[in-house]
């Protein structure tokens, strides 16, 4: 049975799709048998994303499929090492599913307020619902400065909830990277990737643990 990891958030543009891709690209490098689940069937992202990545023929190869709902990803998962959740912007029912589904549920955030409150809102409402808090982390993303990065991990940290370590500044090296069919840890600036691999190693270590 794979480990599932699932990218939620109820917002759009936070980045679950840059967090999963990175993630699934690294387990891919590490030898693991992974599948990229894009759930946002509206936007199809990640599909896109991994046609421009067959394209160029960008190594490893990323398998990645459109699912409806968490059970159909689930269903395939026992053939996987790793099932990679890419969720979809959208509220309750439907993360609340992904969430039951998965080992591993990480909300990416930017540090603003406006980011971080609604962000902490939906992790009560997950564990309201009965998920164990252990199984949840924040990943900040879109950062600007250290400062703010550690504003942001004084407020997720005291509403209870964990901040993977790392997290990624916002620049447009790794918008050009994912435009081009690579990850975030593909960035064309060695310190941009080595940022990138920070944060997605610490999931890794997570799913290990
Ligand atoms: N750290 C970053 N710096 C610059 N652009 C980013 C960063 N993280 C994500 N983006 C860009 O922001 C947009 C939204 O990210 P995406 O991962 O698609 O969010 P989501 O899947 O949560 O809606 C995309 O164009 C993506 O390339
Ligand atoms: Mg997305």
Partial sequence: M???????SQKGGPGKSTLA??????????GL??????????????LDWSRT??????????????????????????????????????????????????DLIIQPSGASLDDLRPAVKLFHELVKAGIPLERL?????HVATDAEEADARAYVGQAGYAV?????????????????GFAVTEAKHARLRERADVLIQSIVNRIAA
């Fill in 53 to 102: 990545r067959l394209q160029f023929g960008i190594e490893p190869s990323i398998s990645v499929e459109a699912f409806s709902t968490a059970a159909k990803a689930l269903a395939v998962a026992d053939q996987y090492d790793l099932l990679v959740i890419d969720g979809p912007a959208r509220a309750s029912a439907g993360t609340l599913e992904i969430a039951k589904a998965s």
């Fill in 2 to 8: 794979a480990a599932v990891v699932a990218f939620v």
């Fill in 21 to 30: 891709r990175a993630l699934a690209r690294e387990g891919a490098a590490s």
């Fill in 164 to 180: 993977l370590a790392g997290c990624l500044v916002e620049r447009p090296l790794y918008r050009q990277a994912q435009n081009g």
């Fill in 33 to 46: 048998k992974v599948k990229l689940a894009d759930l946002d069937l509206q936007q199809g992202t990640s």
């Fill in 137 to 141: 982390a924040i990943a900040l993303n």
